[in-house]
């Protein structure tokens, strides 16, 4: 039976038992004993249509629509609007007090407003603090503007924490629940219900979609061709995107490998999206080409999937677990209420702090800034550390979203130096929104400090003062 074939027998089981003990994806497509193989099953396209058709009645009357996710959950929304989503597609994944000024600006009415709130357990913490921090805007009526996707699990879990008015949905429209954040795309109502949206909530232009963006075959026959020719090499990728999907979707592919492959058999794991690299070893991953920007998406994410998995059986590792990204959560529920600010500093200073403690071994500066920079402070940032450390590759990212997409491989990385960094400047916050503002910012507070203390022998915690 050839490996495409073992997948998709894997990915039919409910339970571990009921794959054959001789099929490799028994043990390198289940999370412990929870199923995680349902992306590679065929798409139930009565199931998608039922779904939507549930869905509409929380759209019906609304023109934007505000996702609120973390990671996997996330990043394949941003995908969708930046591919054409601009003006009625949000995003929301940030903790910081920065976000709301900027959110409020793009907003025409908040009663066309639905609020599409993604979390698989239901319990993710950055999540349920977004979404509370929306929902007082519409006093009484919050019911009307939102809804969840989750688990079906989960249903009763929301419910106690308050959000029983709300309409709930399963991710995976058949109701199974056997697909992982960072897999979610395209295959779940993680994707399909933003595309919906893009598409003019055409159920037709849906259905039309489904049946044309899968060429299963080609997709796998590519994906093993390129897992055969990457089976030696370790797991160093760069990936070319067109410039307007180098954000959410460069985050997207940027978690599929780092969480699929981070810290697996001790490996440092990097993904350089659109970026030649200052080293060689970096295997080239080619996407293929699209004239409509939505299958490009749709079909290169089955692609990218096809091949984590096919490159894992050669290299015989778990790509659906992430062990690891419970450290710092456990670092979180260790800590005290009271947190101890980082030392302000202003770009020379954190120039000083890098070098007093990068190794001659570290190949890498990633910067992790938890809140959201301006593009000129990250061309800065850039410039006067690849100044200073011209051997060195300087990656920027955003957190807390880095913690959900980066971790994992940060965990065991030994090429690279962290910088987390918040901000030492107080933001402008509309007032509806200070209350919650404050409480988000102590969380994203916490969840910095708690990543810098399990990872703090190769890392360095600040402020910016320029920010």
């Known amino acids: 039976m050839g490996l495409a074939n073992l997948l998709q027998e894997a990915a039919q089981a409910r339970t571990k038992e009921e794959v054959a003990p001789e099929n490799p994806f028994r043990e390198l497509g289940f999370d412990q004993n929870l199923p995680r193989l349902g992306w590679a099953r065929s798409l139930d396209r009565e199931a998608v249509k039922k779904a939507i058709k549930q869905a509409e009645g929380a759209l019906a009357g609304k023109e934007q629509f505000i996702f609120v996710g973390m990671g996997g959950s996330a990043n394949g929304v941003k995908a969708l609007a930046e591919g054409g989503g601009e003006g009625k597609l949000f995003v929301l994944d940030s903790l910081s007090s920065f976000v709301w000024k900027k959110l409020s600006r793009k907003i025409h009415n908040w009663h066309t407003v639905e609020v599409v709130a993604i979390s698989k357990s239901g319990s993710t913490a950055e999540t349920q603090y977004l979404a509370r921090s929306l929902k007082n805007i519409w006093g009484e009526k919050w019911t009307q503007h939102f809804l969840w996707l989750t688990d079906r699990s989960a249903f009763k879990k929301l419910q106690q924490e308050g959000w029983g008015g709300a309409k709930m949905l399963p991710i995976q429209p058949e109701g199974r629940e056997d697909i992982g954040g960072r897999f979610s795309s395209p295959q779940t109502l993680v994707f399909l219900l933003p595309l919906y949206i893009l598409l003019g909530r055409s159920q037709t232009a849906l259905e039309d979609f489904i049946l044309t963006y899968l060429e299963t075959e080609k997709l796998q026959a590519l994906a093993l061709e390129l897992a055969e020719k990457y089976r030696q090499n370790q797991p160093l990728f760069r990936v070319d995107l067109p410039q307007e999907y180098t954000r959410g979707f460069s985050l997207w592919i940027t978690q599929l ?192 400090q708690a990543t810098f203390k399990t990872l703090v022998h190769k890392s360095i915690y600040l402020q910016l003062k320029e920010c």
């Open 257 to 448: 490998f780092n969480e699929s492959f981070g810290s697996k058999k001790g490996w440092s794991v990097k993904t350089l999206i659109g970026a030649q690299s200052k080293f060689t070893d970096f295997s080239q991953v080619n996407l293929m080409p699209h004239k409509n920007r939505f299958l490009y998406l749709a079909q290169n994410m089955y692609f990218l999937e096809y091949f984590v998995a096919f490159y894992s059986y050669f290299q015989k590792i778990n790509f659906v677990n992430q062990p690891f990204v419970e450290k710092y959560k456990q670092a979180m529920s260790d800590m005290r209420d009271s947190l101890d600010l980082p030392p302000a500093v202003d770009l020379e200073g954190l120039k000083e702090a890098v070098a007093k403690k990068i190794q001659a071994s570290q190949r890498f500066i990633e910067i992790v800034l938890y809140f959201p920079p301006s593009e000129s402070l990250k061309q800065k940032l850039k410039e006067i550390l690849g100044q200073e450390f011209g051997d060195k590759e300087i990656l920027i990212f955003e957190g807390s979203d880095w913690n959900h997409h980066s971790y994992q491989a940060a965990f065991s990385d030994r090429n690279t130096l962290y910088v987390f960094a918040l901000c030492a400047q107080k933001a402008e916050v509309p007032a509806e929104f200070i209350d919650v503002s404050r409480r988000n910012e102590e969380l994203l507070k916490k969840i910095s």
